[in-house]
């Protein structure tokens, strides 16, 4: 019995060896797109590419019960060329309307198909820890980068 296992063990660490291989050696396709894109941050630009509208902020829970914020929003292309990415800059202001927290997160973004002229997306993204200083509103939303 210990003969027929051998063989075994032996097949699945090389089956496991050459997927570790594969893996390292085939390369990160995103970075490789991401090379081929023309990227806008001009404002005057982004305005006339990207339409940013019916921004929103809903309460939800994640899988233990932690409360998290989801802010959402609509983008429409606007441009007259398909879109790949779309950057958001977002700022958490408190009461006194001063930013206690900012980021840029992605508001699109694909490999597959892009965001065809006149076509809208609707994006969503996750805080689970944003400050208690925040005022509970929507943040301030901008356009800050877009690659086509």
Do not use: C
């Not at 090389?14 to 090379?35: E, I, K, R, Y």
């Not at 990207?50 to 429409?76: D, F, M």
């Not at 790949?84 to 408190?94: C, G, N, S």
């Not at 892009?114 to 005022?135: D, K, Y």
């Amino acid at each position: 019995m210990n003969e027929r296992r051998t063989p075994m063990i032996g097949a699945v660490v090389a089956f496991g060896v050459a997927a570790v291989a594969v893996w390292m050696l085939s390369g990160d396709n995103a970075s490789t797109l991401d090379q081929k894109l023309t990227e806008v941050t001009e404002d005057a630009v982004l305005q006339n590419m990207v339409q940013l509208t019916r921004p929103s902020v809903a309460t939800s829970e994640n899988y233990v019960g932690h409360k998290i914020r989801l802010v959402a929003g609509t983008i429409t292309n606007v441009a007259d060329k398909p879109i790949r990415r779309v950057d958001i800059k977002m700022q958490f202001l408190d009461h006194d309307g001063k930013p206690v927290q900012e980021g840029v997160y992605p508001a699109f973004e694909t490999n597959g198909r892009p965001l065809n002229p006149g076509q809208q997306h609707r994006f969503e993204i996750a805080f689970e820890n944003l400050p208690q200083t925040w005022n509970y509103r929507v943040p301030v939303m901008q356009v800050v980068k877009i690659a086509y």
